[in-house]
């Protein structure tokens, strides 16, 4: 870092996130401009992501192979199977810019997640629906945009409080959330899967991070939503971006951890959420129907 030489000090940078701070949120991000952009994607194929990252996306691999023997063509986002609707996103994606769903709704093909959540919703509301069991697959969901995880929690439960808390100062908020999934200006009833006789899941995994595990923590507290799988693999706090003093880059775990309240106690979501119903075996998340004959069972 001394060095005074810009190549060495990315070099220490990314030994830095890679192998001292190495959490799933930390990356090195980019070299110093006197070293030349090139510079990054020779550090990383030469030392990879840093182990835990690297464990991680290969876990995911694991699990997204398990899928492929019974999707090869890839899952859809919205999936139907007797009386029961598969919901299913690897991230969670931020509405793009030139989309606005107050003027055309949202379909099948949407890409984004408050696209894909409120075409589901409405899908499953509509009339003569024959969906009694609705099925959240995070299995392989590696987090993203949180206030699009905060609108997907609130679709399902009808409202949703999400909590942060600043581990260095110990400041505390709480954020109380109500969604407009079928765009009529209006936040009702038709808007949340609450309150409609159905019976709601969430698949999880170790692969499910960041916000893919914030929203099984947050489900976990409602008891509104069973939790299919294996206990999430946390990821509490909120990213953030650093630069070097020489103008390179890294992501890191920002102080802001991602909590919910109880009792008047702030709890991060860090350990993860432990499943209702434990699935031993990758094809139990992907052999969909004799997972709906199971729900069949539990209900």
């Known amino acids: ?23 799933i949120h930390t990356k090195y991000g980019m070299p110093c401009p006197a070293s030349g952009f090139d510079l990054r994607k020779q550090i990383m194929e030469a030392g990879g992501e840093g182990p835990a990252r690297d464990a991680s996306f290969a876990l995911g691999d694991e699990f997204k192979a398990a899928r492929a023997k019974y999707y090869p063509d890839g899952v859809p986002a919205y999936e139907e199977i007797g009386d029961t609707a598969f919901i299913t996103f690897d991230a969670f994606e931020a509405m793009p810019d030139d989309v606005d769903y107050y003027k055309t ?4 093909d949407a890409k ?6 409120a075409y589901s919703v409405q899908q499953i509301l509509r009339k003569d629906s024959p969906i009694k069991n609705v099925v959240l697959d995070l299995s392989c969901n590696g987090g993203g945009a949180a206030n699009t995880a905060v609108y ?36 009702d009833s038709k808007d949340t899967l609450a309150d409609k006789g159905l019976n709601l899941y969430c698949l999880e995994s170790n692969v499910s991070f960041s916000c ?6 947050l489900f ?14 946390g990821g509490a706090c909120a990213v953030q971006w650093i ?12 102080p802001n951890r991602l909590s919910f309240l109880k009792n008047g106690s702030f709890y991060d979501v860090d350990r993860g959420a432990d499943p209702d119903y434990y699935f031993g075996k990758k094809d139990s998340y992907y052999d969909r129907e004799k997972l709906v004959e199971f729900l069949h069972t539990t209900m």
Do not use: H, W
């Open 152 to 187: 997907t929690v609130a679709a399902f439960l009808g409202e949703t409080n999400l909590s942060v808390e600043d581990s260095f100062t110990g400041a505390m908020v709480t954020n109380t959330y109500t969604v407009d999934t079928n765009f009529d200006y209006k936040f």
């Open 220 to 233: 976990k507290q409602s008891s509104d939503v069973s939790l299919l799988g294996e206990t999430s693999g």
């Open 112 to 117: 984004d997640t408050m696209g894909i959540i």
């Open 212 to 217: 893919g595990n914030l929203v099984p923590c």
């Open 1 to 23: 870092m001394l060095s005074g030489e810009p190549k060495q000090i990315d070099v220490a940078t990314y030994y830095l996130a890679t192998r001292y701070l190495d959490d």
């Open 243 to 254: 630069s070097t003093a020489t103008g390179g880059a890294i992501r890191i775990s920002s």
């Open 105 to 108: 709704a949202p379909t099948a």
